[in-house]
């Protein structure tokens, strides 16, 4: 009886070679093998979550105190700042894309040499119950003028703000005015819930330990560690009084209003900050304050902690207006279904570019909406997003660049195109990575990419775009070569990196 074969072989032989991998499984640009890549992105992950790390949950919990009780200080020194507040906390820096501030100047900061970890803070410094006529919104953009009348409430809000006013909208702008919108503000308080995982916060400065160690938080050398503005270099005239134009007579229409100033604003909320920070008083075993400078619209502040192992955190301080409603023709849809309820606010931001002359008008944020976002995400996609924000971060340090948000955007659109069986499956992170940053390479080129937010408008590379694409494309010629670099990275940080980069001077 002839025995059964396999091909030439008989059965009971060595079994046949696998079949050659697809080409799907090789990156066409670079030759790297997805499986790699995966293999990389899934370390990285593991190297950036602070779940398990060495007494982390105290450290950062301890340097959360430590921003509100400094917050809590600045409403002594200055009633207009709001002594109850919702405060959003976030994970990721501005350079992570954490909010839109259109092309910003970002900073030298480095993950590793000048810090551990990023968080963005957003600070509610003045509050609309809806959207009305002190707000105006302009069609062509995502950028918002807030007009102030004499009175609001009973209260003199022009004379309150004096110092921050700005001149009434320019003219020639085909504005719209926005109508009341009928949601409710929600206007309840939370505790702090999920702070490591989702880490959105919102809580009352009234609330923080502000009380018990406002007066004795620790006083730090606020060292400049060769970065700009340093904190104790504060300019003359943030707190002059707006004395460009005229304040109009409350009968006039609200397009001749005075506007509430972004540049004004973030001048304000930076000085008094520096001055708070000037008055602090040592106290062992508390976080110090090793650096603070102001970008554009945000405040940059280190934080050296305790330990062991001593981390640097770096916080981005944001003052925002916080408006209840939501704005006409907004998406309030995503891929998944409608957006949470509780999204019926959205917030104005200062721009990347408030130092411009003339640039009165704030943007548009929807901070809130994009958590809800986040929830409905697949893992393997957010695992790609954050390696590909890894391997941006170094690419953006010290330019004025769009970059990082643009690269969040990219990711709900892919939401929107792409099968969510394809996101999930895990073994597609490496491909969706490298999709990330080809996407972002071509709205480089293009210089634009479409708001997900606001229908019909865009949102703007800026002028370092070609700058930035240059260095894109070298690093997208060997993703595996940079994707271990930044494993290495995250390694360091995770054991203290920044602290021991900035040696003694952190002491």
Known sequence: MASAVWGSAPWWGPPPPAPARPLTDIDFCSGAQLQELTQLIQELGVQESWRDGPKTGPDLLQAKDFVFSLLGLVHRRDPRFPPQAELLLLRGGIREGSVDLGPSPLGPYARGPHYDAGFT???PVFSLDGIGQELQLDMESNYAWLCLPELMHGTSVRKAWQDCLG???????????QTESEESPKDQQSSVDGYVTELELRVSLEKSPSNGSGPELPRQDVTDLGFPAPLKKLNGDVTKAATDSPVPQPSEAPEAWPTLCPAKVAAWFFAMLAEVAESLIPVPGAPRLVHAARHAGFTTILLATPGPPRRLLLFDLIPVVSVAGWP?????????GPLASESSSFYLVP???????????????FARQELALKALIPSPLLQAHAA????????VAGTRAAAPYLLRTLLYWACE?????????????GACCLGLLDELARVLEAGTLPHYFLSGRKLWAGDSATALLVTLARLRGDPARALCATVEEAKTARKGGGLAGLGGRSH
């Open 328 to 336: 006409e023709g907004a998406r309030s849809h995503s891929w998944a």
């Open 121 to 123: 803070l957003l600070v």
């Open 167 to 177: 001149p009434s909208i320019p003219g020639g702008r085909d504005l719209i005015h």
């Open 417 to 429: 195109r792409l099968p969510a069986l394809y996101l999930a499956r895990p073994e597609n992170a």
């Open 351 to 365: 721009g990347g570019d408030i130092e411009r002359p003339g640039a009165s008008g704030w943007q548009l944020c």
């Open 388 to 395: 590909a924000q890894a391997l941006l971060r170094p690419l």
